[in-house]
C-alpha cells in the first residue's frame, strides 16, 4: 500500500478516533462520519457544503480498518497510554494528542508489518500537523515506551 494511503488514511482515522466518547458504536461512527464530513481538493482539505469528492478505496479502506481496530481493543490501547503516560491521566491529555496515541497503539499492536520507526514518524507528522508545539515530543516518548514493550528490537 503506498505511503500517500496510508498518511491520508492516518488523518482521516485520526478526524474520526478524535471524535471519540466513550467507546463508540463504530459502524455509527463510521457512517457519520463519512456522511457529514466531505472535504475540497484532497481529501483533508477545508470542509464542504455542497460536493462529496471521492475518498480513493484503499484510503478508506484503511482509515476505517484503524478505527474499527482502535474501538475493538480501546481497553487495551488506553490501558498502555495510561501506564507510559507518566504523570498524565487520559483525560488530562488533549484530545488530539490522545487520538493519535491511540491510532499509533493500535498499529504498534496489531501492524507488525509496519515498522516501529515508520508508526511513531507518522504519529509525529500528524502530531506536527494537528496538535501543539509539544505534541510531537510527547507522542513520540510515549510511543517510544509503548513500542519498547510490545515490539522486540529489530536486529541490526
Known amino acids: 500500500m503506498a505511503s ?21 458504536e463504530v459502524e455509527r461512527l463510521l457512517a457519520s462520519f463519512w456522511g457529514h464530513f466531505r472535504f475540497r481538493d484532497d481529501v483533508l482539505g477545508d470542509p464542504l457544503e455542497d460536493e462529496t469528492p471521492d475518498v480513493a478505496p484503499p484510503t478508506r479502506e ?23 503516560a507518566t504523570n498524565w491521566s487520559l483525560d488530562r491529555m ?23 520507526s515508520v508508526v511513531i ?8 500537523r494537528y496538535g501543539t508545539k509539544e505534541t510531537p515530543a510527547f507522542v513520540n516518548g510515549i510511543l517510544d515506551r509503548i513500542s519498547r514493550s510490545c515490539r522486540a528490537p529489530a536486529a541490526t
Open 94 to 116: 488533549a484530545r488530539v494528542d490522545l487520538a493519535i496515541l491511540r491510532m499509533a497503539t493500535y498499529e504498534l499492536l496489531h501492524h507488525l508489518d509496519v515498522p516501529v
Open 121 to 128: 514518524n507518522e504519529a509525529v507528522e500528524i502530531g506536527k
Open 62 to 84: 484503511f482509515a476505517e480498518e484503524l478505527v474499527r481496530g482502535v474501538c475493538r481493543h480501546l481497553q487495551t490501547i488506553d490501558g498502555l497510554i495510561g501506564e507510559y
Open 4 to 24: 500517500g494511503v496510508r498518511r491520508s488514511g492516518r488523518e482521516l482515522a485520526i478526524k474520526m478516533i478524535y471524535s471519540f466518547e466513550g467507546v463508540p
